[in-house]
């Protein structure tokens, strides 16, 4: 379920609810400013960083609701006071969701979701399987692509995917900003795909599965092709390597998950879309 989708399912089972916001941040904190949740009776939505700062605002914004206060402040250093040790200061704004904080804050996950990078993984097999699953509670857009439909038949329910005879075309039609992951099972294909993906000076991430062997091969054949060598810097082979040298395929999933997000995160903050967040308004975050 997308973001959107999960916040009209919770605006739907909880129609009195308080909009809780970090309007400032001060020091150390779990979470920027702009941050929010909404909280209703029964579940709230999103997160403002956990812990004691988190349950102490539930805690006040289910009073405000119990007591039809509409908006208040709470100001809260994050220190022994309160069994925290982060050392900042925060305020928290709490304002009733009406029908116009609903809308905005409806308008702007919509947004934020639209703005979302496209990460591509390329081939259904065991660890794209898994990467996909990881993926999908990440703040991206992800598609499983590969040429066989029994591959695909067998990712789990809820996994975006497309058969396609060329999936090196995928790279050329797809939006600025999108990262590619190669796992395919045939190493032709895995470098043609790289190739396009290296042709992409607005990717972000551009990773192979498999060793310093095949790295070699890959650049010989990319500088046949006309390749530019300085281009291959880009190319991380093998994906989720991290020093371990662990082959299971969850694990390698797992890290190069964690390497994918940096990756866009990095490119997010060079071209400013995103910067340390000091937005404001209800409907900055979560």
């Known amino acids: 379920m997308t973001a959107s989708a999960a916040l009209e399912v919770f605006f739907a089972a909880n129609p009195e609810a308080i909009a809780c916001e970090l309007t400032s941040v001060r ?15 029964e579940a709230i939505f999103g997160t403002i960083g956990g812990g004691a700062l988190e349950y102490m605002v539930i805690a006040h914004a289910r009073r405000l609701i119990v007591e039809g206060r509409a908006e208040e402040a709470m100001d809260v250093p994050l220190g022994p006071e309160i069994g925290q040790c982060c050392g900042g200061r925060v ?25 979302a990078a496209h990460v591509y993984v390329f081939g259904a097999g065991h660890v794209g399987r898994v990467l996909a699953q990881i993926l999908l509670l990440m703040p991206v857009k992800v598609e499983v692509i590969d040429t066989r439909q029994d591959e695909l038949e067998a990712l789990p329910p809820g996994v975006p995917h497309r058969r396609v005879a060329m999936p090196e075309a995928v790279v050329r039609s797809a939006p600025a900003g999108s990262a590619y992951v190669i796992l395919t099972h045939d190493h032709a294909l895995d470098f043609l795909i790289a190739n396009e993906a290296l042709a992409r000076p607005d990717c972000p991430y551009v990773g192979m599965v498999g060793s310093r062997t095949k790295r070699a091969r890959f650049a010989s054949w990319y500088v046949e092709q006309g390749g530019d060598r300085q281009n291959l810097e880009r190319l991380i082979l093998p994906i989720g390597a991290q ?5 299971r395929p969850s694990v390698i999933a797992a890290l190069a998950a964690a390497e994918i997000m940096v990756h866009i995160g990095a490119r997010e903050v060079s071209v400013g879309q995103v910067s340390t967040p000091k937005r404001s308004g209800v409907t900055s975050g979560f």
Request: hydrophobic share 35%.
């Open 27 to 41: 020091g150390s904190s779990p979470r920027e400013q702009g941050t929010f949740m909404l909280v209703g009776m």
């Open 91 to 115: 305020t928290v704004t709490l304002r009733y969701a009406d029908a116009a904080v609903r809308r905005d804050t409806l308008a702007r996950v919509r947004a934020d979701e639209s703005s």
């Open 243 to 247: 020093g371990l040298g662990d082959k």
